[in-house]
């Protein structure tokens, strides 16, 4: 198992492959868009989808594709945005820290962007101020996701429902 980026979690890494087909092609742009929706499972772990979001781009890095050249946002709605709460409104909620807080900031280093949907957040009486300031606010999830393909990102799904 090699972790060629982010090794925060034992199922963030990449097993070694001899895989001879769709390695990286520098004519191509890797622009990914990773839509979060599934909520916080266990309170006190990092939430899985972002696990997979650092498991996906350590597969690209993998796959030969240089970091200068992988882009990727992750759109956050649903009941996922309770684990993108600043640490403040983590520990009201859950009574422990926010263990995801430090794994968006590692992941924001590396250029990921984040974005999380106003609309549910006014559906479900979250203020804004409650969550992590290095999140960006969108109108909705749906006007994300549509900016981003317009762009060139490809829509990836990592929830488990």
């Keep these: 198992m090699t972790y ?48 997979e979001v650092a498991r996906s781009y350590n597969l690209n890095i993998a796959n030969g594709v240089p970091q200068k050249k992988m882009k990727m946002a992750v759109v956050i709605h649903g009941g996922a ?42 559906f479900r009486n979250v203020p804004e101020e409650d969550m992590l300031k290095s999140i960006d606010i969108a109108v909705s999830a749906k006007t994300a996701l549509i900016s981003l393909d317009q762009m060139g990102y490809t829509y990836m799904n990592v929830n488990d429902n």
């Design 81 to 122: 945005i309770y684990g993108i709460l600043n640490d403040e409104a983590y520990q009201e909620k859950y009574g422990v820290p926010n263990p995801n807080r430090e794994v968006i900031d590692i992941l924001k280093k590396e250029g990921i962007e984040f974005y999380v949907c106003s609309q549910i957040l006014s």
């Design 4 to 51: 060629p980026v982010f090794d925060f979690d034992p199922w963030v890494g990449v097993v070694a492959s001899d895989a001879k087909v769709l390695k990286y092609n520098k004519k191509l742009d890797y622009k990914v868009v990773i839509d979060v929706t599934d909520g916080v499972q266990d309170s006190t772990s990092v939430m899985r989808t972002l696990a």
